[in-house]
């Protein structure tokens, strides 16, 4: 897609191609009404309070008897029926805020640009270069380009003079390209959008967007570095790495052994391995728990008799 752009004097100097994925979609009106209900409810601060009857300042006596004076019945004169007492149902704070897909967001902004541009409401001028801050000059860029309702002036970057010139004039807003959103866009009738903005713009929400991935091995290398990376010959390690290098390298020590003799190592094979577990040991007794002697052991009877087969 092509869109003109003009000189501040209003003159067509030449055509700009622009993203037809950013200016040329058709516009999604269920996006960019969810789109501005968000932001909409998102500035609300949600901060109004009321009291209610159980809040309100007051005597709790009970303003008259309950029966028998043909009036009707009331208890306190807090009541939301009595003046200066309560409020029914009344704002509390609360957070107002909704939340939007990324996705369903950059949609919104594409359809708020398309329907700018199939409306005749986007005009791309060249530049917007104030030696100082004029509003007069403003005014008649403005004019000049064809502008008489309400407008948003996008830049490219922030630019203070354009904001000092533009912020008397009644209805018109000056924003750089990358805070553009659908709420502002909506609520001023005409947009008026730089070269750079343009391009700025494609460069966010375009198809041919480019986001830089910060990852934590670093800035990613181009083909030329990895090319060069590839042939630079790899360092020498030093004497003492080598050596441990090659230590971790070189075969386990059996390996060795085997390698080295080969027939005593089949020998140690063929043994039998010894147990792994340990046996089982008995506990230790006490003096009291340890078995006698037989001596001990026997009846007081029969060491009397062999003393006796003794003596005779």
Known sequence: MKLPVVN??????RSLDVDDSVFGIEPNEAALHQAFVTQRNNQRAGTANTKT????????RKVRMQKYTGRARHGSIRAPIY?????VFGPQPRDFGLAINKKMRRLAIRSALSGKVADGQLIVIDELAFKAPKTKEMLSILRNVGIERSALIVTGQADRSILASAR????TKVLPAAYLNVGDMLNHAHLLMTEEAVKVAEGLWGSKRVAPVATAEGPKRTDGQRRAKADKPAAQPEPAKAEAVAEATSPKPRARRAAAAPEATAAEERQPKRPTRRAKTAPELSAEEAPKPEAETRPAARRRTRKVDEAS
């Open 53 to 60: 009857r159980g809040m309100v300042q007051g005597s709790t």
């Open 168 to 171: 008397n004039l009644q209805k």
């Open 8 to 13: 501040a004097q209003g003159k067509e100097l």
């Open 83 to 87: 003046v200066g007492g309560g409020i």
